[in-house]
Every structure is written in structure tokens, then in C-alpha cells.
């Protein structure tokens, strides 16, 4: 009996591509299937899936055709995949050649997605963590796996079809077309091929080790690089005396700079308190009053550290991950931003997208089409900005102008979600409560508190994200002393504000209460050899109004008249005694609260009102989410504020029954547990007469 006749190429290709994209819309359908949440990091509520099936039907339907689309172009580039292969071993049969082409393109699915889930696990919790008992063992076992390693298995399978299919191609040619088995390779075959790629290798290692960036000549003037974090505390740095190992280059900026003990920042939100680092101006001053601006505020004009370099002749630019999707929204003055979009069809896309487990790893690829990845709460690995750092780099050496290149990430944001190879760094062996990739604050109570072991799950995350965010200061040290730029550099250290792990009945999070230090300080680390001291620790209190102030001192740019904070330059310089500077206030103020019903300790000291679900709008058109405007001078009214000055902080709680007072002396009790305005009445009433006083707004122009 005759052997089976092998199938032409073009019907194996064929029913081989049927096969992957069974394989490939099957995978979508079981995840549309088993996630039909339209939760946001674990908040979900009906109202919002109400609001949006009644009024982003289109964006709902709009996503599922990109993602239909992006499963049949995945199915059809596995099915070719297979096809290749199984051509080159002469495949028999169509029903043989489809079920290959779905079983191969369903195992190539399998080993990008573990070798995705084994870089960032945080990815996958939402959908595999919680889902089953053996979801949650499968994530658990393949977070502490090499990604090299499921990656390399999904590239030799890869490169295995078209290899299969030459030797049988080059067989077939070699012998008129008839049927042979492919050829072994042997060594005169191979040395053509091995010859090229070593000559090509050792071109590459000479263009990438030939750096052709000239060398600053002496006295040009200097470039500004501002590395920062969201939610980076300074107490949770090494060189700070924090006893895990989490900073060492950042630490190396502490010995080779200066630094400020204590840096208070305003409103510990990203938004706020980013106007009020780069304009020296409070909030109240400056436009963005809160998180949820309304479209005046966004449309508005005002100086900034960015406006006055650029005014100045440096060029500007700012590059973000997740948190910094206000530098796309706020009127910051940067002539260049590379930052992710917020809008509520954005955040639609994203939820749905997040989903697809199948799909994600493959959203790296196809970055145009899939924008919303950049918004993942879930995905701050800091190597895309390094990339984008070193473009960034490389375009400012066209031009003869200095740069300042603000550069901020999210690994330090909730849900801390470190990538490999630091996420777990920390954790406990064996860990799997329900801490253990992380947490995000909740809209709702939640059914039980957190156990002390959920507790030290939620900081080891959170220190892992302060180790990635240190690597990557070190590779972009790297990089800047690679390209000669490293000496005629300021560099600085930052943050928006500090983050709440469940300390001392504190929370979780930013932005809710003002009770603490942990949520209120920032790092503040500056580092230019001959012109910044270095090894020095400064006790003065700097205020988030006098970053920008200090920076245009430092290079030498005079500082716009509407800033309000002054400048700290004359303690950075080196040599000779450090001069005493007066003590001024550090205004402090909380930000809308997104939710009414918490449970958390600030809900009994607070004017009500409802949560975000009743309180913010979606804007025609845009879809940006803004605070309603009938909500604004109750979110004014309700604002917890305060001060730091000298030794004490004061706090002043509106309640329905009268402000409520705290005092605290930071000096004797600098954990801020231990409540003493009863002793203190005179301190009080001056402090209060001080904070009344000092946010007595001046009149400002109007916006133009």
C-alpha cells in the first residue's frame, strides 16, 4: 500500500490557519465568558455597569470587534506557524493538519502566557488569583519561574516551522521535486551561516561599545533630570536607615548629594500636588484644586518649572507610565509629553482588555493598537520609560540646547506591582493570602481586616516596587554617565507624595486623611558634582512650593513672579557652613474622598457627602471624568487642612458638630501617635490663627 500522498503547501497553510483561529477565538470566548466584571481593581459596582451598557455601548462594542480582530490575526499568525511545520514534515490529512494547527497554536498561547505571568504576575491576579483553587496554584508556581525560560521554549517553536519547512523545501529542489527526507546539516553547511552571524555579531558589539556622544565642553550649561516615583517614601529607602536593602543607587545619590530630611508636599494626590511642585504655588492658588479638575482648570495657563527653562532656551519634556496621566491632561508647560490618556472609554478598553489573558502578552507587540496597556494599574514595570528615556536622550543631542527631562513612574503605586525579577523579593515563603500581589484601597468595606501577615505582604510588595524604581535610576545613571552627561547634570530625587501600608490604623493609600507623616513626605535628593554638596543631610523642612524655586537657582534661571516658595540652593552648595534658614508653613490639605462608605477611621470626622459613583461626571464627548460642578464648594468646605511649622502640626477636621483640632509635636513624638492640643491651647490658637492666615489667597489673574 502506497504511503499517503503529503498535502500541497497553500491547503496545509490553509487548514492549518482554520485551526489557529479556532484555537484563538476559542481563548477569547472562555475569557469573555469567565470575566464579565467591569470592575476597577476590584471595585465594581452596578450603577457603573448601568452607565456603561446605557452610555458607552459603542466603545463596549468597539473593543470587542480590536479584540476579535487581535485574536484573528494571532490565530492566523499561529496557524501559519504550525502550517510551516507541518509542511516540513510532510503532514497527511486535513483533519490531522487542522487539529495540529489548534493544538499548536493553543501551546504556543500556553508558553507566551506563562513566560508573561512569570515577568508580571500582578497582571494575572485579578483574573487567575481569586478565580479557583488551581488558578491561584498555577500563578503562584509560574511567579517564581524564569520568563526567559517559557519565552525561549515559544521562540524555538517558532523558528522550528520555517526551518522545517526550508529543509524540506531545499529537499525537494535538491531532487526535481520528489519526495526526500530533508538533509542533515553538515559542517560545510553550516559554516557559511555560522561565519555571517559572527562577523555580524562582532559588528554589533563594536557599534554598540563605539559611543559617539561628545563629551559637554567645560562651562556649557547644565541639563536637568528628575527621576521620581509615585508614592516613594523616603523612610523605605536603605540609605534612610530602612533596613532592607531596597535602594542601593539611589543611595549612592545620597552620599554623592545632598538630600532634605523632610520634603512635605500639600495634597497627597498626584494631580494637586504636581501643580504645586512645578508651580510653587498652593493649591487655591494654582487651578487644580483637587483630582477631578473640570475642563476650565485643565484649559488653564500658568508659569511652571517647565515654562520658565523653556522660556529660558532648555527644552523640556516629561515621560510617564500609569500615574502620570495628568501630564497629559494638566496644563504643565512641558514641550514634549509622553504620557498614557485618562478618560472613561479609556478606562472601558483597559477593563476589557485586562480580561483577555491570552491576549495581553501579546499587547507588548502591538503597542498602537492597544494604547490603554500603558493605563494598566497592574503593569508599572519601569523598563518601557527606560526606553523611552534613552529616545528621549537621543533626540536632545540634536540640538546644542540643554534639556530638562522629567521622568516619573508608577512601580510605587498601589497595586505595587513589581516585575520580575523583584516582584516576591520580599515576601514571606509560602505566602498566599489575599495580599499577596498586592492591594488597592476599596470603595467598601471590606469583610475582614487585614491580618498581620496580610500587612507584611502589603509592604514586602511595596518595597519590591522601591527596589525596580532604584534599578532604574541606576540604568539611567548608566546611561547618562555612558553618554558624558552624567557630571554636568542635576539630578534630583522625587516624589508626588508618600503612600499609608496599614500602619497604626492609617489606611491604605494617599489622599483620604492627613493623619501621619507617611503620606505627607517625599524625597528630596539633588546631585551635581562641584555644585552640590555632597553626603549632606539638611534638617531644614523644605515645602513642595520650594522644589521648583531651588531647581531654577541651581541652573542659574531666574524664578517667575508668581512663585510663592523660595529657593533652598544656598544650603546645597558645598564648602563652608550651612546657612539657618527661617521655619515657614507646610500647608497640608486632603483631596476628594472617592468613597462615603470605607469603613475607615477619617469617615467618623468628616462633612458628608455622597461617594464618586453620585459625585463625578463623564463630559460629553472627551469622556473625561471631572467632579460635578454642584459638588465643588462642598468638596471645598469639607477638606481636612493643616500645618506644619517649627515642631508641631496642626490639624483642623470640619465635622458636622464644628471643626475638631489635633495637635501633634513632631519632635517629641515624631510617629505623630499621640494627640495633645488639650495641653497646648495657646499653640493651637496661634496655629490656627497661622493657617487661616497664610491660605488667605491673593487675587490671581484670570486664566488666559
Known amino acids: 500500500m502506497p504511503p499517503p500522498t503529503p498535502l500541497p503547501f497553500t491547503r496545509v497553510l490553509a487548514w492549518a490557519c482554520r485551526g489557529g483561529l479556532c484555537a ?112 491561584k496554584q498555577v500563578l503562584l508556581s509560574i511567579s517564581q519561574t524564569e520568563p526567559a525560560t517559557w519565552r525561549t521554549l515559544a521562540a524555538l517553536l517558532v523558528l522550528a516551522a520555517p526551518v522545517l519547512a526550508s529543509w524540506r523545501w531545499r529537499a525537494r529542489r535538491g531532487t526535481g521535486g520528489e519526495r526526500t527526507r530533508p538533509r542533515a546539516l553538515n559542517g560545510t553547511g553550516l559554516a557559511r551561516p555560522l561565519g555571517v552571524v559572527l562577523v555580524g555579531a562582532i559588528l554589533a558589539g563594536l557599534l554598540l561599545a563605539w559611543n559617539t556622544t561628545p563629551t559637554p565642553p567645560p562651562g556649557s550649561r547644565p541639563n536637568l533630570l528628575i527621576l521620581a516615583s509615585d508614592g516613594l517614601r523616603p523612610d523605605h529607602l536603605s540609605g534612610n536607615g530602612y533596613p532592607r536593602r531596597t535602594s542601593p543607587h539611589i543611595d549612592r545619590l545620597l552620599r554623592e548629594g545632598s538630600h532634605f530630611e523632610q520634603t512635605i508636599i500639600q495634597i497627597p494626590r498626584t494631580g494637586p500636588s504636581w501643580t504645586t511642585l512645578l508651580s510653587s504655588q498652593w493649591a487655591g492658588q494654582h487651578p487644580i484644586r483637587h483630582t477631578m479638575v473640570g475642563p476650565e482648570a485643565r484649559a488653564s495657563r500658568f508659569p511652571t518649572l517647565a515654562t520658565a527653562l523653556r522660556e529660558a532656551g532648555w527644552r523640556t519634556a516629561v515621560l510617564s507610565d500609569y500615574a502620570g496621566d495628568i501630564f497629559s491632561r494638566l496644563p504643565l508647560g512641558f514641550e514634549h509629553v509622553e504620557a498614557p490618556a485618562f478618560n472613561f472609554p479609556e478606562l472601558i478598553r483597559q477593563r476589557m482588555l485586562i480580561t483577555q489573558v491570552a491576549l495581553l502578552p501579546w499587547t507588548a507587540l502591538l503597542p ?22 534613552r529616545r528621549a536622550l537621543e533626540d536632545f543631542r540634536e540640538g546644542e540646547a540643554p534639556f530638562a527631562l522629567l521622568v516619573f513612574a508608577s512601580v510605587t503605586h498601589f497595586p505595587y506591582a513589581a516585575p520580575h525579577p523583584y516582584e516576591g523579593r520580599f515576601l514571606a515563603p509560602g505566602e498566599r493570602g489575599p495580599w499577596r500581589f498586592g492591594a488597592t484601597p476599596q470603595m467598601e468595606p471590606p469583610p475582614a481586616p487585614p491580618r498581620p501577615e496580610d500587612v507584611a505582604a502589603l509592604v514586602a510588595n511595596y518595597d519590591a516596587g522601591v527596589l525596580a524604581f532604584d534599578a532604574f535610576v541606576g540604568r539611567m545613571m548608566e546611561e547618562m554617565e555612558r553618554r ?42 539633588l546631585r551635581w558634582p562641584g555644585k552640590v554638596a555632597a553626603g549632606r543631610e539638611l534638617t531644614t523642612r523644605a515645602r513642595a512650593i520650594d522644589v521648583a524655586p531651588t531647581l531654577l537657582e541651581l541652573l542659574g534661571v531666574p524664578a517667575p513672579a508668581s512663585f510663592q516658595g523660595r529657593s533652598l540652593a544656598s544650603q546645597l552648595v558645598p564648602g563652608g557652613a550651612v546657612p539657618e534658614l527661617d521655619e515657614l508653613p507646610a500647608l497640608l490639605e486632603t483631596d476628594i474622598w472617592f468613597s462615603d462608605r470605607d469603613g475607615q477611621r477619617y469617615q467618623r470626622f468628616r462633612l458628608p457627602y455622597p461617594w464618586l459613583y453620585e459625585t463625578l461626571t463623564v463630559e460629553k464627548g472627551s469622556g473625561d471624568i471631572s467632579l460635578k460642578p454642584e459638588w465643588e464648594e462642598t468638596v471645598e468646605k469639607a477638606r481636612h487642612r493643616g500645618l506644619y511649622l517649627g515642631r508641631w502640626k496642626l490639624l483642623e477636621l470640619p465635622t458636622p458638630e464644628g471643626p475638631r483640632v489635633e495637635l501633634y509635636d513632631v519632635h517629641a513624638d515624631p510617629e505623630e501617635r499621640h494627640e495633645i492640643s488639650a495641653a497646648n491651647p495657646e499653640v493651637v490658637a496661634d496655629l490656627r490663627a497661622r493657617l487661616h492666615r497664610e491660605r488667605s489667597w491673593a487675587v490671581l489673574p484670570a486664566p488666559r
Open 368 to 389: 498602537s493598537f492597544f494604547p490603554e496597556r500603558q493605563q494598566f494599574p497592574e503593569l508599572t514595570d519601569p523598563s518601557p520609560l527606560s526606553a523611552s528615556s
Open 484 to 525: 558624558g552627561l552624567a557630571d554636568n547634570t542635576l539630578v534630583v530625587i522625587l516624589s508626588d507624595h508618600g503612600e499609608h501600608l496599614e500602619e497604626r490604623d492609617r489606611g491604605l493609600g494617599h489622599g483620604e486623611h492627613l493623619w501621619g507623616p507617611e503620606a505627607l513626605r517625599v524625597p528630596f535628593i
Open 24 to 135: 484563538f477565538l476559542g481563548l477569547y470566548s472562555l475569557c469573555a465568558v469567565l470575566n464579565m466584571q467591569l470592575g476597577y481593581q476590584g471595585n465594581e459596582n452596578s450603577e457603573l455597569t448601568s452607565l456603561v451598557w446605557r452610555e458607552f455601548r459603542r466603545d463596549v462594542l468597539l473593543q470587542v470587534a480590536r479584540l476579535i480582530t487581535a485574536h484573528t490575526v494571532l490565530g492566523m499568525f499561529a496557524g501559519l506557524v504550525t502550517g510551516l511545520a507541518a509542511w516540513g514534515l510532510g503532514a497527511t490529512g486535513r483533519a490531522r493538519v487542522f487539529l495540529g494547527g489548534l493544538g499548536g497554536s493553543l501551546l504556543l498561547a500556553l508558553l507566551v502566557c506563562l513566560g508573561d505571568i512569570a515577568q508580571h504576575p500582578h497582571l494575572y491576579a485579578a483574573t487567575l488569583y481569586a478565580r479557583s483553587a488551581w488558578t
